[in-house]
């Protein structure tokens, strides 16, 4: 199976900070990943897919980059409610795991 | 605006079966795939399988044996049946609207909030 590895696990960060995540994967996935922000008791949200393209009505501060096996979310301008767990994940092929996620704290 | 709700038991017991349901509102299931991905506390998210409006599945290998995925396109709802549990299987069950660019790229653009399931006798 194909592996997923996000760093950091967690970061600390203030408001209107930009914040950068990493997500590799073990082999090369083209542009076959997805991003989502996780919160507690919520229903998930799908921020990136296609590893560049924006969701229709999550603001622009969010972006992705990347191809092959390594890829990047940036938050440009951390907001209040943007203090989540983020993961990264592949549809490559299955069983299109997740990565192990960053916490993104105050 | 579509919207996901999942349902379930809360407790099960151990060697039980778990069943729980997706009740889409919204949109119809026609076009889309479907998908259930799990997660245990402290864990990262677990993909566990999805399906065609049509009836096509995709498992995940590790829990194909016990899971069972299935579409009610009269009452919009998604099924998940999992066999044989065990405190392993305790987490927090989400359903997920899948879709898909160029055929294979999928990305699960709406989710539930999720219906938490603890198994313990």
């Known amino acids: 199976d194909i592996q997923m590895t996000q760093s950091p696990s967690s970061l600390s960060a203030s408001l209107g900070d930009r914040v950068t995540i990493s997500c590799r994967s073990s082999q090369n996935i083209g542009n076959f990943l997805n991003w989502y922000q996780f919160k507690p008791g919520r229903a998930p949200k799908l921020l990136i897919a296609i590893a560049t393209a924006l969701q229709t009505g999550v603001p622009s501060r969010f972006s992705g980059s990347g191809s092959g096996a390594d890829f990047t979310l940036t938050i440009n301008g951390l907001q209040p409610e943007d203090f989540a767990t983020y993961y990264c994940q592949h549809s490559y092929s299955v069983p299109f795991p997740f990565g192990g996620g960053t916490k993104v704290e105050i | 605006q579509v919207q996901l709700q999942e349902s379930g038991p809360g407790l099960v017991k151990p060697s039980d079966t778990l069943s729980l349901t997706c009740t889409v509102s919204g949109d119809s299931l026609d076009t889309y795939y479907w998908a259930w991905i799990r997660q245990s506390p402290g864990e990262r998210p677990q993909w566990i399988a999805h399906?065609?409006?049509?009836?096509?599945?995709t498992f995940n290998p590790s829990l194909q044996s016990r899971v069972t995925i299935s579409a009610d396109r009269s009452r919009n709802q998604i099924s998940l049946r999992l066999k044989s549990v065990t405190a392993a299987d305790t987490a927090t069950y989400f359903c997920a609207r899948t879709n898909r660019y160029n055929f294979y790229n999928y990305y699960m653009d709406v989710w539930g909030r999720g219906t938490a399931v603890t198994v313990s006798s």
């Open positions: 399906i065609y409006y049509s009836g096509r599945t």
